[in-house]
């Protein structure tokens, strides 16, 4: 009997030893378990996913920054690019209606009935001069475009065979070569080419191909050694000396020229060309 009492507190002693140790492990598991997701919580918020959001959305907030910044800028110099034309354009603009409102000043087409067929005067006294013409009209007139289908306005209503020319007048284009093998004279004014043909001077349209033309038509020049411009200089001088003109001696064909052009063409009972014709030469005494 004492020996069982002994086998079986024996036995019990060994249930509670390991009932404590199962105990201990069990212990140890959750710790290393909390332990291993506590180290996971704080390298996924310190070190893991977010970290990477938060510096990926860092560089795209920079890059947009930058992109915006540079938009801002190309925005600035087309503002500026913008607003300098504007400028320009404005000051042309204002060019323009100062020559419009010097034009205004003749009587360009106010007169209503014009003898073609009445004797006109010729100023025998006009001394033709040469002109210094050394300072270009840019900014002042407005260049005249390439256009092959041009024709000029109200030339087939003009009678008369020395108008002919102007009639038929049509631009064309060619390069420098060309020009230069079917033309003996060229004369450069302003930096334009013109070639000179039966007593005309005409714009030698792609000689030059950046060349800036304020008229599209012929020129009359008794002969080739008056370029363009001293021809145009001289009728404007004689206009002057007459009180039709009361602009610049320019050398420009422009619209003021023009208009006291055709004042002074109305006047001697010529066709109201506006241009510096045959006829018009010969009565200022340029013929």
């Excluded at 690019?81 to 603009?93: P, Q, T, Y």
């Excluded at 009587?107 to 270009?136: A, G, Y």
């Excluded at 007139?141 to 092959?148: G, I, L, T």
């Excluded at 033309?213 to 363009?228: K, L, R, V």
């Amino acid at each position: 009997m004492k020996i069982l009492l002994t086998i079986m507190c024996c036995i019990g002693l060994a249930s509670l030893a390991g009932a404590d140790q199962n105990k201990k492990k069990g212990g140890n598991a959750a710790g290393q378990q909390q332990a291993t997701a506590s180290q996971g919580n704080k390298f996924k918020t310190g070190t893991g996913k977010n970290f990477q959001q938060s510096s990926s959305v860092g560089n795209q907030n920079k890059f947009k920054s930058q992109n915006q910044s540079n938009l801002n800028n190309s925005n600035k110099f087309n503002a500026n690019k913008f607003n300098a034309n504007k400028s320009n354009a404005s000051k042309f603009k204002q060019n323009q209606s100062s020559l419009n409102t010097q034009a205004s000043k003749t009587t360009f087409n106010k007169t209503k009935n014009v003898n073609i067929n009445k004797n006109v005067s010729v100023n025998k006294n006009f001394k033709v001069q040469k002109f210094n013409l050394q300072n270009k009209p840019f900014g002042k007139y407005q260049a005249v475009k390439f256009n092959q289908h041009f024709k000029i306005a109200g030339a087939q209503n003009w009678k008369g065979s020395k108008y002919v020319v102007f009639k038929n007048y049509h631009p064309q284009w060619q390069n420098q070569w060309w020009w230069s093998h079917h033309y003996n004279h060229i004369s450069i004014v302003f930096g334009a080419p013109y070639y000179w043909d039966a007593g005309y001077w005409y714009p030698a349209w792609g000689y030059d191909p950046g060349a800036s033309y304020y008229f599209d038509g012929p020129i009359y020049a008794s002969n080739p050694e008056m370029d363009p411009g001293q021809v145009v200089a001289n009728v404007q001088s004689a206009l002057q000396q007459q009180g039709f003109y009361q602009g610049d001696i320019d050398g420009v064909l422009g619209p003021q020229t023009r208009a006291a052009l055709a004042e002074y063409q109305s006047a001697q009972g010529l066709e109201p060309t506006g241009a510096v014709d045959e006829p018009t030469l010969e009565t200022l005494g340029m013929a």
